[in-house]
């Protein structure tokens, strides 16, 4: 098992960029060759972040023995096909949310995976900042759960595009996007995280001329309470989350996929959850997280991971699947 993992990144999206900046921060890892279809913007792209080499061939650079892991940030529509053929080439996959929109693929995902004896990760950033772990750990605290708001809503750059006319990627359906996938998804990992997969799942979109869902409202059925989550992309949100229970309640405020702020009031006494300040790049605390269990061989870690996803894909296609009836 090498020290240093050698990457490949796909995609030159905004959150490439932000992943090629952990790359660099994190020790461990290095990133040999950007992969685009569009072999000029790859060669800037690489450029500009530092990575040596650029490829538009992706299987060619998948055939390469010198690369042991591909991080995937293609249009959620590439996601499934590109995972699948980087498995099975034996590669390590990191792949951004959603993994997958359907239960069926993300199984495949994890079976491909098992049977190749490498892993595969989604890139759910929420799960791995210290603020969320520390409210996550005093959750057994809450006692018995009555109550959970989760909100991740944000005005899209590529929303006045969309309203004149054009088709940017995020929000056209062939390319599975939308507001539930691109960031409700956060909502929905927190709440699988927390509460495990619900019993019910109904969710009220709203939609845009071409059929894509612009915000929407989703509502997860567990024993006792009612999860609700809200999000959107062509409006700001007051993002953040707030569960309540027996013993008290729990929150955080901001942006869901940064955790920036978290307070917990238990028995009465409140304090103050802030495990991150300094903060440069959210990535890092996943990127290194994924590191360490490729380089420790840890099934555990990636066995949890792959029901997670697992989960979170079932919710999301309840989810569309409800709200076209």
Known sequence: MPKTIAIASVGTSAITSLMQQAIA????????????????????????????????????????????????????????????????????????????????????????AEEQGVFFFEAVSTLFMPNYLAL??????????????????????????????????????????????????????????????????????????????LAGR?????????????TAKNKDLDSGCLIQGEGGWLRSAGPLNEFPAAQACLEGEKQELQRQQGLENRLIFELSRFRDAILEADRDFFQRMARQSVFTASVLEAAHAGAKK
Do not use: W
């Not at 996938?181 to 969710?203: I, K, Q, S």
């Not at 989703?218 to 809200?230: A, I, N």
């Open 218 to 230: 989703l509502l997860l059925g567990y024993r006792d309470f009612t999860c609700q989550v809200r």
């Open 25 to 112: 921060a994190v020790p461990g890892v290095v990133c040999q060759v950007v992969c685009s279809r569009d072999e000029a913007r790859g060669r800037e792209f690489a450029r500009s972040a530092g990575v040596p080499e650029h490829a538009s061939d992706y299987r060619a650079v998948l055939e390469r023995p010198d690369i042991d892991a591909v991080y995937i940030a293609s249009p959620n529509r590439f996601h499934l096909e590109q995972a699948l053929q980087a498995l099975e080439h034996k590669k390590h996959v990191i792949l951004e949310k959603p993994a997958a929109v359907r239960r069926g693929d993300a199984e495949r995902l994890v079976q491909t």
């Open 136 to 213: 996550r750990a005093l959750l057994p605290r809450l006692g018995r759960v009555s109550q959970a708001d989760i909100c991740y809503g944000q005005y899209s750059s590529k929303y006045d595009a969309y309203l004149r006319g054009e088709n940017p990627n995020i929000f056209n359906p062939e390319m599975e996007a939308g507001a539930l996938n691109d960031m409700g998804v956060y909502c929905v990992h927190v709440a699988v995280d927390l509460f495990g997969p619900p019993e019910t799942v109904d969710y009220q979109g709203e939609y845009g001329p071409n059929g894509i869902d």
